[in-house]
Structure formats: structure tokens, C-alpha cells
């Protein structure tokens, strides 16, 4: 249409017609206030009112229409138009008639609106049928621009008056798209409101389609009646741009967006939807039904929301309808005197992207509901609170899957109807599958985290998590032939039964699995219910007792070092069954009088009877496995009590070893002279058992000695002794491997302080050969010794530097002071330490005129000390020993030659000093107490050598051998375990033993003279295996 063909009319008056002349008023139908029967185009901020009133005696009134376009006319609203229609009247209240404020009709026919094009229907009096903003027919394309707004609007006393009278009928829509194609732009308003059927965008017909654009606005309400966002049927399309919102309050029922008979709506990301229900009609954010689909884009918010109604949903597909929704959608479903479901799929099909979040709080709510549809989760979390809540519930052959890391909370009490809470539910055929990492929490006095029932199945992946919070809670219960299966690294834990199957149903644990129950961990009823942990070499931790009844079966195999079972076990009924394999180390913790129909004790695997301290009973109807180890609690002393084995049928060649923790441990007297205590009896006598080394952590290995009973009765004299039972007949104690170190530690302190006592020409050479100068005789010196000294239990490497000032006052007297700082490493075969010495001391030398000599040298010092053991049961300590010591040396050198280079030096030496006590713990909790020692060292020795006087470097060198005997006696040593084990030794370090070694002194200069020593020990406890020891002094 060029510009020359275009009119361009302004019409403002009550009734206008471009293009047609109206027929006369008898003849009519409608009621129009501006009709356009050909091209149009209105000035910008036209304004087009049209108020009508249906007059008492009006025939034949159909509608009322503000503006009309039809014959495949083209009408240009310009920009910030306003088409406003008000209609009203009095006929006789049989609301047939429409208000209709713009309307496009007839093939070909098209609307233009510029931005902000403003289009209201408003009803004042009389009960209309519809009351519709805009209205476009098959055949007919509108298109607005941004901010439009387009209103329906329902005197509201009308409806509130009306809602059970005449005017119940009355609807309102914001606009009607049959068959047609409209399109708002960004940011459009579409209200409907009071209508006791209100519509905001009703699409419809194959052809029809609806575009809004982004940020588009819908609201939708009605004080006394239902009401839908946004409504697409019929093969109708509805398309909605990013961030569109949608808002529909009722009183009755509430639709934010319903999609059926083969519609299709699809909206962008961003969208949000509120569906608020007053009454207790449905309440659904998204309804599809009759194959109508639903697409919605990324994070969208979909929330339903209802007073006391008995259907709502954040999303519900029946009659094959399909949802879509993508990643991070928000649904929040409350009701707060009924029920309520996040997603329903009731025949439908529900599929929802990753991070989905359903928020339900109502009674007996529900995340996910299918029946006989299909309803996937990608991955997200689903959270609901209320009493007789649940999960997720698949029925009636109804399907749903939720993809990895889905998180499912369920926090309320039981209701009547319903139950406990439950996380997942699965009956009547229905089929729940969980993917890997799901976390499953129900609190809750009677909730279950898994229910599978009627036929129906669960099926939970890798790594998943259940927990039960409540007095009676169960984690996983299969009934009535349910099967419910979880894949490796399964955690479960209730308060009540951890896992439960009863009537025929399974519960399959695929790989490992860590079971915790407050009343039982496992408990399986009835005939073909099954419990199944046979999962081979796969780590399971199983924490309560557990019971087979009635037919019921438990089987579980534990076979790595990791596995444990701490708990009693029952069997009770006829064809029940309750199966234990354990091997490769694994521990089953006995709490309690136990039973089983078959246990297998294999390769280290335990049977722990300590963990309770009341003496218990295992009876086992079959019996296989070697080297397995029973852990029994025993009174020797009584040769009545201790924990009891009865195996009623052992294979050919079983065999274990048993282990015993006796009461005398406790008591703290060994038992002696000749005892026997029954521990096992084997029926069919085929099994053997030996005795096996316990070490529990505390002080003692512990060896019992376990005879048969032929031998008790032939050799010990009991003629009651049967050949099919065991005898405890004897224990022995050996100090473990994590308890030598420490007692072996003080002998090391004690050596490396031996090793710290030395002689004058060790100390200082031989100072004669100084040169004295009475003006400037002082000096300094320095030394170092190391080497390897070993005693009972360890070996160690040592090294020891002293630093010390000389004060000469003649040549036959030296006094002086030193410090020294020492470090040591010692090797207990079974841990190891570190010992740091920091000393000082003070000594005084004289020599006689005939070649005889005295040295006195005091000395104080500290040794600071650390222990690492590496046994069963490692441990470490750190303590202090203080040490003070008084050495008085005399000898006398006899030259053996005219030239008095041949020498003779008989030594003697008596050394007294003290260690002090020490107390310390451990960081296992042992205690350890260390009396102080005092020592007294005697030593006779001899030198023999050479000496050279003469010249610039006079030397000497020597050979030497000496005696010594340490006259101090014995040490106590206290020990006190965590466990209560405890021990108390003397450790005698009184001995004799013989030196040997050589050194010499050699003087560089008139100042400087240098010395060196090497020497070992025989005949010890504790012995130097060789020391190296070289000083040199420096005269001022």
C-alpha cells in the first residue's frame, strides 16, 4: 500500500466506519465503534474511546467492538495509541454477548502498532460472556511494538457477586490468537483480570501463533474464579522471549501456563512464572496435557502456590504432554492446607537440565511424581517439607531418572494417610533411577530414605548417600517383591533399620557399601526377602546387629582389610538364612550373643568377642576357612568363664587360631600352675585351632597355649575332655614391639651419659708437651668424639663437641671450664629416636715432680630425648633427663729407659653421677615413669708407649687397655597403657667391662698441639663398637 492509496482518518466520535457504510440497527450483530475495511494509518498518540451500552430490548446483540479491521484491510496504530472500549447494559443478565476492544478478522486482515500501543476492554454492568482486549481470527497478523500493553478488566462486584449466580460465566481475556499470528515486542503488558475465567494469551488453531517478546509481562486474576497465564491448544504456538513474566492469582484454579491438544510453547531463558491459588482448586506454574508441549529455556522460576487445594504442581504433563525445561530451573511448590508436587508426570513426560531446584512445603508433598509417564532430572536437588512427605514417587509403571549429584531432603513427621516420610518411593511397577553421587536425607521419626514396593525398583549409582534421622527411620526398605539395587560405595544410615527387606523383596548391594542401623543394620523377613553384600573385594562397614527371620536371607561377604561388622547376629524361623564370609583381614566386632547359618574365616580375618566386655556365645550351623582368627575374652584363673565358639558342622580341614585377652591382664597377677578353660566346641570334630600372639594396642604380646581336648584329658588329667572341644591351657606376656623402644630408650640416654665420662688424655692430650710461658700461658681447645654404641634393643651412631678455655698458673697445674652439645641417633629395631645433650663443666689438672697426675672434672648437663615406634600400634614421646657427674682420675707415667721415652701410665678413675627421674606420656596415652639413677663408675687401666721430647714437634703415642665396673646398680622403669595394661620392670645396668685403644699428641708449634684417641669396649651391655676422638689446643 503506497502512501498516495493510504487515508489517513481521526475519528473521535462515538461511532465511526472507514471504508463501509453500517447497515441500520435492526440489522446488525455487533456493536463497533471504529470499523476498518481498508488500509489505515492513524497519527501517532491516537486516542480511540468507545463506550456501549446494551440496551433492555436490544435484539440480536452479539458484540460490542471498540476497533474492527476485516475484509483484508491493513490498519498503522502509529505509536502511543490508545484503544480503550467500556461496555455495559442491562438486558436480562444471559451474558452472551462479547466486549472487544480491537478485533482482526477475515483472511489477509492486519494490525500495526507502533511502540507503547495501549489496548483496553473494560466491562462496567451486565454479565458479558467474554471481555476481550485483542482479538485476531484465522487468516489475520498482528504486530506491536515495544511496551505494549494490552487489558481485559471484569467489573470485580460483578464476579464477586456473581460467582454462584448469573454472571458465573463470565471470562476475561487479554488476548485471543485463533488461528492468527501476533507478535508484541520487548517489554509488553498482557492483564486479564476478574474474569471468573481470566486468560491472559489464549492461542489456538493450526496456524496460530503468538510471539512476545523479551521481558514481556502477563498477569492474570480473578477474585472468584479461574485463571491462566497463558493458554496454547489446538496445534496453536506460543513463543515467549527471554525474561517473560508470568503471574496468575485465583481464587478457585490457577494456570500459569497451560499447554494441550497439540499446542507448543516455547519460552527463552529467564522466564518466570507464579501461579497463586486462594482456593482449592488445581494450582499449576505449567500444565501440558493431550500431547501438548512445553519448552522452557535456563533458569527459570516456576512457583505454585495454594491455600488448601488438592492438586498443584511447579510442573504437571498428563495424557502424553511434555515439559522441557533447561539447566538451573527454580520450582517451589507450597501448600498449606494440602498437598503439593514439584514436577507431576501423569502420563506425561517431564524433563528438566542440570542444577534443578524443587522446593515442596505442604502435607504429604512430593518432589516428583510419575505415573505411567516419564520424568528426568539432569542433576539438582529436590527439598520437601511437611508431613507424609516425599522425594520422589514412581508408580504405576511410571519412570524417573535423576542424573548425577541429585540431592533429595525430606524433613517431616508421619501422616495418616501416607506414612512416614520417605525420600524415594517406588511401587507398583514403577521405576526409580538415581546416577552416581546422590544424596539422599529424610528426617523424620518414621521415614525411609528408599521404599521399594508392589513390584516396583530402585536402582541408586555410585557413591551414593542415605540417611534416616529418627527413632524408627529406615534407609533402604524392599517389600512386596521390590527390588532395590545400589552400585559401588553405598552409604546408609537410619536410626532404626538400616536396611530392611520383608514379603519378597531385595535389596542388592553391587559393590562396597557402609551400612549403619540404630536397631538393626540389616534385617531381612519373611520367605524369599534377601539382603545381598556379596559384592567380592569390595570394602564394607557394617555398624548394628542385624537379624534374618521367617525365611528371611542376609548374605554378606567382607574380604578386605577395611571391612568390618560391629554388631550381634540372629537367625530366627524356619528357612532363614544369615551368611558371613570374612577374609583378608576383615573384622566382624561381636557386640552380642550371635548366630549365623554359615561363617567363613579366612586368611587373617577376625571374629572379634572383646568388643563386648560381657562374656558372649557364637554359634555357626556350618563352619569353613583357615587361618582366621577368634578373638575371645577369657578368665583362665576361674577355667569357667570366657566368650564360647559351638560349631555344629565344620568342612574337613578348617582350621583358625584364637587369641585371648585374659581377666588376669586386668588384675594384674599372672596365672600360674596347671588351668584349662573350654573356648570351642566343633561337633563333627574336624576343625583344628591354634593359639595366636594378640597385641591390643597397650603394653603385651600375649600367647596362649590351645590344646585339644585329648590332650587335656590324657596329659592334664581332665577325664571330662572331649575330642571335639578346645582348651585354653596356658598364657605367656612378651613386651610388644611399640613398648620395646620406649623401655629400650633409657638405656641409650644411660649409655650416650657413659659415653660422655672420659680421661684427661682423651680430654686434653698429653699436656706436658705443652710449652709453658709464665707470661702467657692460657689457652683454648676443642674436641670431637664419635662412633656407634649399642645396648639391649637398639644401636646408635653418636657424635660429641666440646669447647673449653685453659688457665696455666705453673707448669704443674691447668684449670679450665668447657661447654659441650652432643647428638645422637638410636635405632630400636621397631622405631627409632633422637637425643641432643647440652652440658657444661668445670676441671682442674696437677702433676706431681715423680710423673704422677690428678684430674677432677665436674660436669652438668641435660639430655633432651624423642621416640618414634613403627609396631602394630605406632607411638611417639618426647621427654628430659638431667644429669650431673664428678670424675677424679690419677695416674702416675714410669719411664722404662735411661732416655725416658718408654713409658708406663697405670691409670685409676672413679666417677660418680646422677640421672634424674623422668615422667612422661605417650601420644597413645601410655604413661611412663623413670626413677632417677646414680651411678658410680669405677675404672684401673694402663698405658704403654713412646714419647720423643726433643725438637720443635715433640709427640707421644700409646696403647692402652682398661677395666671398669659400674657399681650403680638397678633402675625401675613404670608403664601404664591407655587399655589398662601395665608394667613394671628393674633395669640393672650394673656390669664390668674392659677398653682398648691407642692415641698419641703431637705439638705443631710452640702453641699449637694437637691430640687423637681411638677406642672400643668388650664384655658389655652396653658397648662401644669404636670411637674417634681428636682435639687440638691453642696457647695464648
Do not use: C
Amino acid at each position: 500500500m503506497t502512501g498516495v492509496e493510504r487515508k489517513i482518518v481521526f475519528a473521535l466520535a462515538s461511532m465511526a466506519v472507514w471504508g463501509v457504510a453500517l447497515p441500520a440497527a435492526a440489522e446488525t450483530h455487533d456493536k463497533i465503534g471504529i470499523s476498518v475495511t481498508r488500509d489505515t494509518v492513524m497519527a501517532d498518540e491516537t486516542k480511540s474511546p468507545f463506550t456501549a451500552y446494551a440496551e433492555p430490548l436490544e435484539i440480536g446483540l452479539k458484540n460490542i467492538i471498540g476497533i474492527q479491521v476485516s475484509q483484508g484491510a491493513a490498519l498503522d496504530l502509529g505509536k502511543q495509541s490508545e484503544t480503550i472500549t467500556t461496555a455495559g447494559g442491562s438486558i436480562d443478565g444471559d451474558g452472551k454477548w462479547d466486549i472487544i476492544s480491537l478485533e482482526v478478522k477475515d483472511q489477509g486482515s492486519s494490525l500495526l502498532g507502533g511502540a507503547q500501543t495501549t489496548i483496553q476492554a473494560i466491562q462496567e454492568t451486565d454479565g458479558t460472556h467474554n471481555v476481550i482486549g485483542l482479538e485476531a481470527q484465522a487468516g489475520t497478523a498482528v504486530t506491536l511494538g515495544e511496551q505494549a500493553s494490552i487489558t481485559a478488566t471484569v467489573n470485580p462486584e460483578l464476579v464477586t457477586t456473581g460467582s454462584s449466580g448469573p454472571y458465573k460465566n463470565t471470562r476475561s481475556y487479554g488476548m485471543i490468537v485463533n488461528g492468527s499470528v501476533v507478535e508484541l515486542g520487548p517489554d509488553a503488558t498482557v492483564e486479564s483480570s476478574n474474569g471468573y475465567d481470566a486468560t491472559g494469551v489464549l492461542t489456538q488453531n493450526e496456524g496460530g501463533k503468538t510471539t512476545l517478546g523479551d521481558s514481556a509481562r502477563i498477569q492474570v486474576s480473578s477474585p472468584a474464579g479461574f485463571v491462566t497465564g497463558i493458554f496454547t491448544k489446538d496445534k496453536g504456538t506460543t513463543i515467549l522471549g527471554r525474561n517473560v513474566v508470568v503471574a496468575a492469582d485465583a481464587s478457585v484454579a490457577a494456570y500459569g501456563i497451560n499447554t494441550g491438544s497439540q499446542g507448543k510453547t516455547v519460552a527463552g531463558d529467564g522466564l518466570s512464572v507464579t501461579a497463586d491459588n486462594k482456593g482449592d482448586g488445581f494450582t499449576y506454574a505449567i500444565f501440558t496435557s493431550d500431547n501438548g508441549n512445553a519448552e522452557i529455556g535456563d533458569d527459570a522460576s516456576l512457583t505454585a502456590t495454594n491455600r488448601n487445594g488438592g492438586s498443584i504442581a511447579g510442573i504437571d504433563t498428563e495424557s502424553g504432554g511434555t515439559a522441557s525445561v533447561g539447566n538451573r530451573a527454580s520450582i517451589t511448590v507450597s501448600n498449606t492446607g494440602g498437598n503439593a508436587i514439584g514436577i507431576s508426570s501423569y502420563g506425561g513426560t517431564t524433563l528438566t537440565g542440570t542444577d534443578t531446584s524443587i522446593t515442596v512445603n505442604s502435607l504429604e508433598g512430593m518432589g516428583i511424581y510419575t505415573d505411567s509417564g516419564t520424568t528426568s532430572l539432569e542433576s539438582g536437588s529436590i527439598a520437601v517439607n511437611g508431613k507424609g512427605g516425599m522425594g520422589i514417587v514412581s508408580y504405576n509403571n511410571g519412570y524417573t531418572v535423576a542424573g548425577d549429584h541429585t540431592s533429595i531432603t525430606v524433613t517431616g513427621e508421619k501422616s495418616e494417610d501416607l506414612g512416614g516420610s520417605k525420600g524415594i518411593y517406588s511401587f507398583y511397577d514403577g521405576i526409580t533411577s538415581l546416577g552416581n553421587n546422590a544424596s539422599i536425607t529424610v528426617t523424620g521419626s518414621e521415614g525411609t530414605g528408599i521404599v521399594s514396593e508392589e513390584g516396583g525398583k530402585t536402582i541408586v549409582g555410585e557413591n551414593a548417600s542415605v540417611t534416616v534421622k529418627g527413632e524408627n527411620g529406615v534407609g533402604i526398605s524392599s517389600l512386596s517383591q521390590g527390588i532395590t539395587s545400589l552400585l559401588d560405595n553405598a552409604t546408609v544410615a537410619a536410626e532404626g533399620r538400616g536396611v530392611e527387606s520383608k514379603t519378597s523383596g531385595a535389596v542388592i548391594f553391587a559393590g562396597s557399601a557402609n551400612i549403619i542401623g540404630g536397631q538393626y543394620s540389616l534385617f531381612s523377613q519373611d520367605t524369599d526377602s534377601i539382603i545381598d553384600l556379596t559384592a567380592a573385594g569390595t570394602r564394607k562397614t557394617i555398624q548394628g546387629n542385624m537379624l534374618a527371620s521367617n525365611g528371611g536371607t542376609i548374605r554378606a561377604v567382607l574380604d578386605t582389610g577395611d571391612s568390618f561388622f560391629t554388631g550381634a547376629s540372629g537367625v530366627e524361623g524356619e528357612g532363614s538364612e544369615l551368611e558371613l564370609d570374612l577374609a583378608n583381614g576383615a573384622r566382624w566386632n561381636m557386640t552380642g550373643d550371635s548366630s549365623v547359618t554359615h561363617l567363613t574365616l579366612d586368611s587373617g580375618a577376625m571374629v572379634n568377642m572383646a568388643a563386648n566386655p560381657a562374656y558372649q556365645q557364637l554359634s555357626a550351623d556350618t563352619f569353613r576357612g583357615s587361618n582366621g582368627i577368634f578373638y575371645m575374652k577369657t578368665d583362665l584363673d576361674s577355667q569357667i568363664d570366657g566368650d564360647k565358639v559351638h560349631l555344629k558342622e565344620a568342612e574337613d580341614g578348617a582350621s583358625g587360631k584364637i587369641q585371648v585377652y585374659d581377666a588376669s591382664f586386668a588384675r594384674g597377677k599372672e596365672v600360674t600352675g596347671t588351668r584349662h578353660l573350654l573356648l570351642v566346641t566343633d561337633d563333627r570334630g574336624r576343625a583344628s585351632f591354634t593359639g595366636e600372639n594378640l597385641n591390643r594396642g597397650g603394653l603385651w604380646d600375649v600367647t596362649p597355649t590351645i590344646q585339644n581336648g585329648s590332650y587335656v584329658r590324657n596329659s592334664m588329667g581332665v577325664t571330662d575332655a572331649q575330642d571335639t572341644e578346645w582348651y585354653l591351657t596356658k598364657l605367656e606376656k612378651t613386651v610388644n614391639a611399640d613398648t620395646r623402644p620406649v623401655l629400650n630408650s633409657g638405656d641409650s640416654v644411660y649409655g650416650f651419659y657413659r659415653l660422655s665420662l672420659d680421661t684427661l688424655r682423651q680430654r686434653r692430650g698429653n699436656l706436658r708437651q705443652r710449652k709453658f710461658q709464665s707470661d702467657d700461658a692460657d689457652g683454648l681447645w676443642a674436641r670431637n668424639r664419635g662412633g656407634r654404641f649399642s645396648g639391649p634393643g637398639f644401636t646408635s651412631r653418636y657424635n660429641l663437641f666440646q669447647l673449653g678455655y685453659d688457665v696455666h698458673h705453673n707448669p704443674g697445674s691447668v684449670y679450665g671450664f668447657f661447654g659441650e652439645r652432643g647428638i645422637a641417633s638410636p635405632d630400636y629395631q621397631t622405631g627409632s629416636g633422637r637425643e641432643h645433650t647440652l652440658a657444661g663443666g668445670l676441671y682442674g689438672t696437677w702433676y706431681g715432680s715423680h710423673g704422677s697426675y690428678t684430674d677432677v672434672v665436674a660436669r652438668v648437663g641435660r639430655d633432651d630425648s624423642h621416640i618414634s615406634t613403627w609396631g602394630p600400634y605406632p607411638d611417639k614421646a618426647d621427654y628430659r633427663t638431667r644429669e650431673q657427674s664428678l670424675s677424679v682420675e690419677y695416674g702416675k707415667t714410669l719411664y722404662l729407659d735411661k732416655d725416658k721415652e718408654l713409658f708406663l701410665e697405670p691409670q685409676s678413675q672413679l666417677v660418680l653421677g646422677h640421672l634424674s627421674s623422668t615422667r612422661y606420656t605417650t601420644s597413645r596415652g601410655t604413661d611412663v615413669y623413670r626413677e632417677g639413677y646414680n651411678s658410680a663408675i669405677g675404672r684401673l687401666g694402663i698405658l704403654i708407649g713412646k714419647s720423643h721430647k726433643e725438637g720443635k714437634h715433640p709427640f707421644d703415642y700409646y696403647g692402652k687397655v682398661s677395666w671398669l665396673h659400674e657399681f650403680g646398680g638397678a633402675q625401675t622403669v613404670a608403664m601404664a597403657a591407655r587399655n589398662g595394661e601395665t608394667l613394671e620392670t628393674a633395669v640393672d645396668h650394673g656390669d664390668s667391662w674392659w677398653e682398648a685403644g691407642f692415641g698419641g699428641t703431637y705439638r705443631f708449634s710452640p702453641k699449637i698441639q694437637g691430640y687423637a684417641d681411638v677406642s672400643r669396649t668388650f664384655s658389655s651391655q652396653i658397648r662401644t663398637k669404636w670411637q674417634v676422638n681428636a682435639g687440638v689446643s691453642w696457647q695464648f
